[in-house]
Nanobody
Framework: QVQLVESGGGLVQPGGSLRLSCAAS????????MGWYRQAPGKQRELVAQ???????TYAGSVKGRFTISRDNAKKMVYLQMNSLKPEDTAVYYC??????WGQGTQVTVSS
């Protein structure tokens, strides 16, 4: 049974930074692609960033150059460093494993 638990969300001013963390359990973590998705009110869930088992990263155009995804296979953790945050980054952020399993989400609000 795979469990994903996100943490690190919160309220931040425009231009600020946050670091999201996702702790995984119950599986062989290192072989799976891991991703961060987000869903804003009234919008569909969208891919923000993903990282393969080999460390190849992919970013949505709207966050490229501002967000960085990373993983620590030994700790079964994946991170999303978010810099230069904008109000349009406000959403619930979800951790995903292998395009199958989801965490419960963590709220990120960017507002002055």
């Amino acid at each position: 049974q795979v469990q994903l638990v996100e943490s690190g969300g919160g309220l931040v001013q425009p231009g600020g930074s946050l670091r999201l963390s996702c702790a995984a359990s119950g599986s062989i973590f290192s072989i799976y692609v891991m991703g961060w998705y987000r869903q804003a009110p009234g919008k569909q869930r969208e891919l923000v960033a993903q990282i393969t088992s080999g460390g190849t990263t992919t970013y949505a155009g709207s966050v490229k150059g501002r967000f960085t995804i990373s993983r620590d296979n030994a700790k079964k953790m994946v991170y999303l460093q978010m810099n230069s945050l904008k109000p349009e980054d406000t959403a619930v952020y979800y951790c995903n494993q292998a395009h199958i399993y989801w965490g419960q989400g963590t709220q990120v609000t960017v507002s002055s």
